[in-house]
């Protein structure tokens, strides 16, 4: 038995946002002078004299339309505040059409026991573990495909769940007790992801969600319902403290080689599966919208300055080394073997693109886009997905609505009675087009920060070997 070990960096390139599950509300923070203030309550409350914090556990009590922000402003405790601020953050507030702040419910990243922002080896892990699924599957997807098939059916088209026999299949692989073949151990504990050293809580952000709308769609819904929304994109009042752009998440990463006995292992491998999936990834949704990025050329063969060498085993069979070619070698370091040279020692790879944490697109976190090589097949099943957790909603008792009851159900979809009392009569998360539009889901999940839009959870990821 034998440990490779990986110190790996991954650099934001757009927000990151990995949550605890709670929110600050508008009681939570103020601003001042451009800068997020996260408020200590105990702290603060410990400062208070009697009759303030009298005032204060009502102000905690009572619905406010201004939050912590108008309560400091009438009570003049600014200073005291200021003092009692747990961190800072370097992000103004969006605006109302008023010009006066919004202060809105924001979902809060993950810190460590000091109150510094981490990103969990779980978090990390559970990235890399639907990327090499997506290139065990996309090797032989048929039988696969099959499994998913048989599992919805008898999920009554539940197909959402339908994924779990095919991870079964793929990691499930070790039986420790031959007389009990139920308990199974997953392959996948061969492979070990450290915790990120802790971040700086400067490192942190409020981004807004920002909805990109795929070319082609009209999104004239949004005019018709008198949304206030452009044409281009939708933005949202749904806020995630997130890493901003530009910040270096590390951690370790270590592959004992008892994994290469079911899934052929090592940090060059990862590094190409991971780009693999991005490349389906981007083929298979980023294609359909605008300012996409291009998609590599570079092939075997070709004098490139990357190495020449090409994966013969594994998931990542017949892919090409993404690192660069020593000199005139045509061989990175990882891959000089090849050449004669000998030289093993420890390397890097090149960085590769992949997408972490929450808010991310659907088709960056699924294996769907190597399961189904057919276009229409995908599409009909992500849209079925995605329209059991987000269906269509409209009133059957106006008359208006009646075209759009008919357009949803002519391409095999059911509208769900809309129920709320009010001026609005419909809920159209528009799922059941996505055939029509070509990709599904027909959205891009983006953050703004300022006046500044990033792609959520874009990331670079670099590993290097080292030695103990």
């Known amino acids: ?93 969006t605006r109302n059409r008023g010009g006066k702040e919004r202060f809105d419910a924001v979902f809060e990243f993950v810190k460590d026991a000091y109150g510094k922002p981490y990103v969990p080896g779980s978090s990390i892990k559970g990235m890399l573990r639907t990327a090499i699924l997506s290139a065990v599957v996309s090797g032989n997807n048929k039988p696969f495909q099959a499994l998913f098939d048989e599992a919805a059916a008898r999920d009554r088209g539940r197909q959402k769940t339908a994924g779990k026999p095919i991870e079964r299949k793929v990691f499930w692989r070790e039986i420790p007790d031959p007389d009990n073949p139920d308990i199974v151990n997953d392959v996948m504990r061969y492979l070990s992801v450290s915790d990120s050293d802790p971040l700086d809580t400067g490192d942190l952000v409020f981004v807004k969600k920002y909805d990109k709308f795929a070319r082609g769609d009209k999104a004239d819904h949004k005019a018709k319902m008198g949304n206030l929304a452009t044409f281009e ?13 530009g910040t270096k998440i590390r951690f370790t990463l270590d592959i004992d080689d008892r994994i290469n006995a079911y899934i052929k292992l090592d940090g060059c491998a990862l590094s190409l599966i991971l780009k693999q999936f991005n490349d389906l990834y981007r083929a298979c949704f980023l294609d ?4 996409a990025p291009a998609r590599g050329t570079g ?5 490139d300055n990357r190495c020449q060498y090409v994966a013969q085993a594994g998931p990542a069979k017949g892919m090409r080394c993404p690192n660069r070619a020593i000199g005139d070698t045509g061989y990175c370091k990882t891959h000089q073997d090849k050449t004669g040279a000998g030289d093993t020692s420890v390397a890097s790879s090149a960085a590769v693109t992949c997408y972490l944490g929450g ?34 909603k409209v009133s059957e008792t106006k008359p208006e609505l009646a075209e759009l009851r008919n357009d949803i159900m002519r391409v095999g979809f059911t509208p769900l009675p809309f129920s709320q009392v009010g001026r609005q009569a419909k809920e159209d998360h528009r799922h059941w087009k996505d055939g029509e539009l070509g ?26 070997e080292r030695s103990l």
Do not use: W
């Open 439 to 464: 990709v599904s889901p027909h959205t891009l999940k983006m953050g703004k920060i300022g006046s500044n839009y990033y792609p959520m959870g874009k990331c670079e990821l670099k590993l290097e």
């Open 233 to 245: 994109g939708n933005e949202l009042n749904i806020y995630r403290e997130s890493l901003k752009p």
């Open 288 to 291: 359909s919208f605008d300012e």
């Open 1 to 93: 038995m034998s440990v490779k070990h990986y110190t790996a960096t991954l650099t934001t390139i757009g927000p990151v946002h990995i949550g605890t599950g709670s929110q600050y509300e508008k009681k939570d923070y103020f601003q001042k002078d451009d800068m997020i203030h996260i408020l200590d309550p105990a702290q603060f409350f410990a400062g208070l004299s009697k009759e303030q914090s009298l005032g204060y556990i009502q102000f905690l009590e009572r619905p406010s339309r201004d939050g912590l922000q108008g309560f400091l402003s009438e009570n003049s405790l600014y200073d005291l505040a200021l003092k009692c601020t747990a961190y800072r953050i370097a992000s103004p507030l």
């Open 299 to 303: 092939s075997a063969g070709t004098n």
């Open 359 to 392: 808010g991310v697109d659907f088709d960056s976190k699924t294996i769907l886009n190597a399961l189904f090589k057919d276009d229409p097949s995908r599409l009909d099943v992500i849209s079925r997905i995605l329209y059991s957790q987000f269906p269509s």
